[in-house]
């Protein structure tokens, strides 16, 4: 019992978002977070975000994160509000662009209250008190956190800067898988291996479903533009401002300068985003070393003619007069906020004008309606017709799907004792538990929200 380790999931089970996870030594006295997300793509948003959490939070010593995905950031202020005061670590990429999403979440949110007649969840000073709490750890290098523990964190390849972190405590290596790359990554290096953990927490997203494969989606990508530009509509992109937005301005630049579309207006429509970017250009020595040739050769990956970013509001509204085709890449991601919907509102009546779904759209968003082939949507309260063309690819995927998540399983099944399948809607996990039993034998559970389980 006295080194035993207990593990709490309080939220991302049953659920994509929200990934909140408590690892404790009792006998350390010492307890610690890993991630701590919003809760996103459900009803009453606020209210469900602002509950307590199921933990005091000025118990908590540490806190871990995976990466900056608001889904596994989102309530790190609202820790602080409630009263953490210990240390938060990441690797540097993600504090850097956390903070912008967090800062960006701020205003998102207290627009959200006053919509719902709610008080905002958090304020900007908890945001100033978490970034003053952020330390960061590189890469591939063991750090002591106190309490007995160390961590490691590891490239999991599913965003700039997004880590796999290992926690090594009494002899034990337990690995939170964060979300896990989609590796060949068009950018980023691949997820590294891992095998030698005792006990793992890891994502199913794509548990129940395999990705197209790479070059199908290119094509497919090629084909829709093209396919959109002749029939003389507008191309309307809903992104998330990290790594997707990346992705896609890299596949475009490949496009215009091969020559295999035309050089049409494009726009990149989010202030988040164009940030975002500049990070990713920033950090150029992270990305894989096909990409570090092409920008070594001279190319400006994330740029070229016709691109105009569009950052301030007035300069978006211009986009309105500029004539069709035209393309226009903006947030948010699942259409549930942001400048996309604004072009939704104009082009979804439009028959000409096409929405590719770069993605996983979760339950509940307008992304997840328009996937689902609803004719009509609402918007700000208003009935809008869809008559506009809406394509789904789904080999933009940042995660791993199926048959890789297994696979990346595979690599530690000799070692691990029991692997909590989590991060994913219940149908998804509870595939990725039965065929990780099948195919490799190992211990998977789909983890109860909230249940206490003892690491022995
Ligand atoms: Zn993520």
Redesign the pocket.
């Known amino acids: 019992m006295k080194n035993n380790l207990a593990l709490t999931l309080y939220g991302g089970v049953g659920s994509v978002t929200g990934a909140n996870f408590l690892l404790e030594s009792e006998a350390d006295n010492f307890r610690l977070l890993v991630d701590c997300g919003l809760i996103q793509g459900v009803k009453n948003s606020i209210e469900e975000n602002s509950k307590p959490f199921g933990y005091e939070p000025a118990t908590i010593k540490v806190l871990l994160i995976?990466?900056a995905?608001l889904?596994?950031v989102g309530r790190i202020p609202k820790l602080f509000k409630d009263g953490f005061s210990g240390v938060i670590y990441s690797t540097p990429a993600t504090k850097e662009m956390a903070e912008l999403i967090l800062r960006d979440s701020v205003r998102i949110l207290s627009e959200k209250a006053k919509e719902e007649g709610k008080e905002p969840m958090y304020s900007t000073e908890h945001v100033d008190a978490a970034m003053f709490a952020w330390q960061t750890v590189k890469y591939h290098t063991e750090k002591d956190i106190g309490g007995g523990f160390s961590i490691y964190m590891k490239d999991a390849g599913?965003?700039l800067g997004?880590a796999m972190i290992e926690i090594t405590h009494s002899g034990k290596k337990v690995v939170f898988t964060?979300?896990l790359g989609n590796s060949p990554s068009p950018l980023l290096r691949d997820t590294e291996e891992v095998n030698d953990a005792d006990y793992m927490v890891m994502e199913s997203v794509y548990g129940d479903r395999n990705h197209e494969d790479r070059d199908q989606r290119r094509e497919k990508f090629k084909r829709i533009v093209q396919d959109s530009i002749k029939r003389g509509g507008a191309l309307l992109i809903p992104a998330f401002s990290i790594e997707r937005t990346q992705i896609l301005l890299h596949e475009i630049n490949d496009l215009v300068e091969s020559g295999a579309i035309p050089e049409v207006p494009v726009f990149l429509d989010s202030p988040l985003a164009i940030k975002v970017t500049r990070i990713y250009k920033d950090r150029q020595a992270q990305f894989n070393k096909g990409v570090r040739d092409e920008i070594a050769s001279g190319d400006d990956i994330f740029n070229f003619p016709n691109l105009t970013l569009t950052e301030t509001r007035e300069e978006s509204k211009k986009i309105n007069n500029v004539p069709n085709p035209k393309i226009i890449i903006a947030g948010s991601g699942m259409s549930s906020g942001g400048r996309i919907i604004y072009h939704e509102e104009r082009y979804l009546p439009d028959p000409n004008s096409t929405v590719i779904l770069p993605g996983y759209q979760a339950v509940g968003t307008r992304g997840r309606h328009l996937d689902e082939g609803l004719k009509i949507i609402d918007i700000k309260g208003r009935k809008i017709q869809v008559k506009a063309r809406i394509e789904k690819i789904t080999g933009f995927s940042?995660?791993k799907d199926s048959e890789h998540l297994v696979e990346f399983v595979a690599d530690t099944k000799d070692t691990v004792k029991k692997v909590f399948v989590a991060m994913g809607e219940t149908k998804a996990s509870l595939f990725l538990v039965q065929r990780l039993r099948d195919y490799l034998e190992v211990d998977a559970i789909h983890p109860e929200v909230g249940k206490k389980y003892i690491l022995e």
């Open positions: 995976t990466h995905h889904d596994h599913h965003i997004s964060g979300d940042g995660h």
